[in-house]
């Protein structure tokens, strides 16, 4: 053979290997698509409204954070575009939201039933749990007017109070209490103001 003949044999081959690598390279074959929702977290905003005593007319509106596309689920149902979610009965309801890479956040919220009657004079039970509440929950951009509920009104307090205990009471210490986290829990003094109204039968009038 030719010395000409063996530089383009060895041209050849040298053509063939770098066609052959360069679309192995390509294939990508072994590679591990990155995770979307690796150090994403969703977080929830709940606004919860009562429903009235026997009756389906609560609501929540969900707000969800951490990524944009949101949907929303409540009680592991079917995804809707929006939020918001009514004609609810008392009860406690999961909300889930979803963002546009399929990453998940959940939480829950409690819809309870408006108190029949809110009429008479503040008691002395009473007036303590509101000036907790004054003082702790309904403050500037939490529970004055601008979020749901409202407690700046008498009888909003006394149509939540099962919810306020579960927070404030029960729930003390922890990520759901109120006032919200990084805030400190209620004193000991003031969980046992709002434990013995409710004991005392949660009324305007106690």
Known sequence: M?????????LLL???TTIFITAC??????????????????????????????ASTGAI???A???????????????????SFSNLAAGKYTITAKNANGCTGTTSGTVVAKTVSCTGTPGPLFTAVKTIITNNCAVTGC?????????????TIVDYADLIKTRAVDNAGTSQQMPQPPRAPLSQADRDKISAWIVAGKRLTD
């Open 2 to 10: 030719k010395k000409n003949q063996l530089l383009y044999a060895f």
């Open 14 to 16: 040298s053509l063939y």
């Open 25 to 54: 390279s390509k294939s990508g074959g072994n590679s591990t698509p990155a995770d979307p929702c690796a150090g994403v977290t969703v977080t929830i905003t709940l606004a919860v409204t009562a429903t009235d005593a026997g």
């Open 61 to 63: 509106t969900a707000t």
């Open 65 to 83: 954070a951490g990524g944009t596309g949101f949907t929303y689920s409540i009680n592991s149902g079917a995804f809707q575009s929006s939020g």
């Open 143 to 155: 529970h004055n007017g601008s979020q749901a509920p409202n407690y700046t009104t008498d009888c």
